[in-house]
């Protein structure tokens, strides 16, 4: 199903919680929205983007928790939400090191699943390696028609450490992740939706959002 484009975006407020190097954060209506930058525009989850994104996740519960936030989408530009893992950054670290990191993604993730509200993920563009976990931390993913999904790391001789083991097959069989992950598949969003990696497909994926946060009904064609 395909969602008809919104006006989302002349509804946008900025939110009073601050902006960061590796994101920005906006408001619509009692929404906040979490938004992945970067100079390169890839959006890698370094060690830093993973610390901070984990600070903003904290301070978004308190705001929840008060009754001012209803729902979080967690999204990136049109062409990434994020490339995952940033390699050069893995490739230096120690033994030690790597269980830290993986450690610490950890909690990002499980921040994420257990936010006390709903948790959006906007897809367009790449989702790749650890953002898919990212992803997959979610209650919802609602993706553009341009979306594309893969764990490669079995190309590099890598696995994820952040969770998506276990949530990629409870969402999709182990069968099906299986083979996203041993065959390093790249999942097309019509695909992704078939499987059930993807809630829905949206032309406006944020807006698309927005009504799913609010419960309201979407006009669809097939």
């Given at each position: 199903m395909i969602f008809h484009r919104g006006g989302a975006e002349a509804r946008r407020k900025n939110i009073t919680l601050p902006n960061h190097q590796?994101?920005?954060?906006?408001?619509?209506?009692?929404?906040?929205?979490l938004q992945l930058v970067s100079a390169d525009g890839t959006n890698k989850l370094s060690s830093a983007r993973i610390a901070a994104l984990h600070g903003a996740i904290q301070e978004l519960q308190t705001a929840t928790e008060s009754g001012s936030l209803k729902a979080l989408v967690l999204t990136g530009n049109d062409k990434f939400f994020s490339v995952g893992a940033d390699l050069n950054e893995i490739s230096r670290l120690t033994a030690p090191e790597a269980f830290e990191f993986s450690r610490r993604g950890q909690a990002l993730m499980n921040a994420i699943d257990h936010f006390p509200a709903p948790v959006i993920a906007v897809i367009r563009g790449y989702c790749m390696g650890g953002s898919m976990d990212l992803?997959?931390?979610?209650?919802?993913?609602?993706?553009?028609?341009?979306?594309?999904?893969?764990?490669?790391?079995?190309?590099?001789g890598l696995i994820t450490g952040w969770g998506g083991t276990q949530r990629l097959p409870r969402l999709i069989g182990q069968a099906r992740a299986l083979q996203m992950?041993?065959?390093?598949?790249?999942?097309?969003?019509?695909?992704?939706?078939?499987?059930?990696?993807?809630?829905?497909?949206?032309?406006?994926?944020?807006?698309a959002a927005m009504l799913y946060a609010h419960g309201n009904s979407y006009t669809v064609e097939t």
């Open positions: 590796y994101f920005t954060l906006s408001r619509e209506q009692d929404c906040a929205i992803a997959l931390a979610c209650d919802y993913r609602v993706a553009a028609p341009n979306a594309v999904f893969g764990h490669r790391g079995t190309t590099l992950f041993l065959l390093a598949e790249m999942v097309k969003a019509d695909e992704a939706l078939r499987i059930g990696l993807v809630d829905k497909i949206a032309e406006d994926p944020i807006h």
